[in-house]
């Protein structure tokens, strides 16, 4: 008889353990502060860590941001030798007192020895008729840029150039490692340069990924490739691939990608209208949360400060925004945590524009149908079609292709049938 009390007694504390230890899903939030600039176009943004100064470009002009004052000052202070105004710079880069704007097929590129005081155009049938779309320095001190063409490398900061044959083409970022080795992305995959970027080998033969956009190792070593369907990451310096696309809570069709110092991964999820859902991981992608609060226009080039605030720019390049991720409070949990009901709680954030969470709770496991409707009663989604076990559960709705409006949606778990709103607001 006592034996039985205990055991039920022990079983009943293991229960009231477990349920007090369930945790309240994580939420991000997104604040961004639009920088003003000056141009109706931003066409590069560049951000040196070494000096802690963030450059943009527009048409024939580089302009540095002074944070103390909140305005930009222009760095062609020398109006005899200005970038012409029909240059459009879509790539910078600087080290110390080098500079270089980056231009696409309509003119030459240009480069500064003296942090921009004078330019000098870059000269050669090399330049002609191309696009720098990336630039990145060697360990041993080599401009390397990433253009349509292929790569081009210069060994005295400018004042000679030598075009690498048989080099990817339309090359879109670069990552140099400690040891000398060079990593870029092209549409085509992830290339390797053990000899200063002479030849490059393919890392990614055999990898069902599509158009690369960006190349980032983390603190660990850990190698990432972000393309426009999928997320892989090596471990063994390229070698071998693993994919992130099923940790995904949706299609994971990327528009930007970047790591900041604490490996935190964040990324921009593309829709079919609107880019602007933003997801984070802090466990190297296997979790991935979504960020809200952000401005209905999506983000692209994310370059993190060593604080990891980050300045990015829209999709159509209009704004720039510096940019900061913070995880947002846990909402209070209530004293009696035993999960005695079904409960379709509110979605959070409401409105929302283009992503929300929609939580849930059930008293014994059971099969659900989570279902989203517009508000004539049509079926947007189902969320979920399947059975599930007694506790609290999360989903996220993506409404990146939906317009704006009253949208419901409808739990049905057993004979629980409960219906709330959302407001999706562009």
């Known amino acids: ?130 696009n720098v779309y990336c630039i990145g320095r060697t360990t ?51 290339y390797k340069s053990t000899d200063d970027g002479r030849t490059w080998i393919k890392k990614t033969g055999g990898v069902t990924a599509s158009n690369y ?51 935190f991964l964040v990324v921009t999820i593309v829709g079919t209208h609107v880019a602007d859902l933003i997801y984070i991981s802090d466990d190297e992608g296997n979790t991935w949360y979504p960020v809200s609060g952000g401005k209905p226009t999506g983000l692209k080039d994310y370059y993190f400060e060593s604080n990891n605030d980050f300045y990015a720019v829209t999709l159509r390049n209009t704004i720039l925004y510096k940019c900061k991720i913070e995880e947002s409070p846990p909402e209070d949990v209530e004293e009696d945590i035993i999960i005695t009901e079904y409960k379709l709680f509110q979605n959070h954030p409401n409105p929302f524009n283009p992503g929300t969470v929609i939580s849930y709770q059930l008293a014994v496991g059971c099969h659900v149908q989570l279902i989203v409707y517009d508000i004539r009663g049509r079926e947007v989604e189902t969320l979920v079609d399947e059975y599930k076990q007694a506790g609290k559960h999360t989903e996220t709705f993506l409404g990146t292709s939906l317009p704006s409006g009253i949208y419901f949606y409808r739990l049905k778990a057993g004979d629980y049938i409960s219906t709330k709103k959302m407001v999706l607001l562009r």
């Open 140 to 190: 041993t001190g080599k401009i390397i840029l990433g253009t349509s063409t292929g790569i081009i490398i210069s060994t005295d900061l400018g004042q000679n150039w030598e075009k690498i044959a048989d080099s990817p083409t339309y090359v879109n970022s670069i990552e140099t490692t400690n040891s000398g080795d060079i990593y870029i992305t092209a549409p085509t995959g992830v």
């Open 213 to 263: 956009l960006k190349v980032y190792f983390n603190s660990k070593g850990v190698l990432y490739a972000a393309a426009s369907n999928d997320l892989l990451y090596s471990t063994n310096n390229g070698d071998n691939w693993n994919t992130l696309k099923n940790k995904f809570p949706v299609n994971p069709m990327i528009g930007a990608f970047g790591i900041d110092k604490n490996d």
């Open 1 to 130: 008889m006592y034996t039985g009390a205990i055991r039920i007694i022990s079983i009943l504390f293991l229960f009231f353990s477990i349920s007090k230890s369930q945790q309240q899903p994580r939420m991000f939030s997104i604040t961004q502060e639009d920088l003003k600039f000056p141009y109706s176009e931003v066409t590069s943004i560049y951000f040196d860590k070494h000096s802690n100064q963030l450059y943009a470009a527009s048409w024939g002009d580089v302009l540095k941001y002074n944070s103390s004052a909140k305005n930009w000052e222009s760095i062609n202070t020398n109006p005899t030798a200005n970038i012409l105004p029909n240059a459009k710079i879509i790539s910078l880069f600087k080290h110390n007192n080098f500079l270089f704007a980056g231009c696409d097929d309509r003119t030459q590129s240009y480069y500064s020895t003296n942090g921009g005081y004078e330019w000098k155009q870059t000269e050669g049938v090399i330049f002609t008729l191309l």
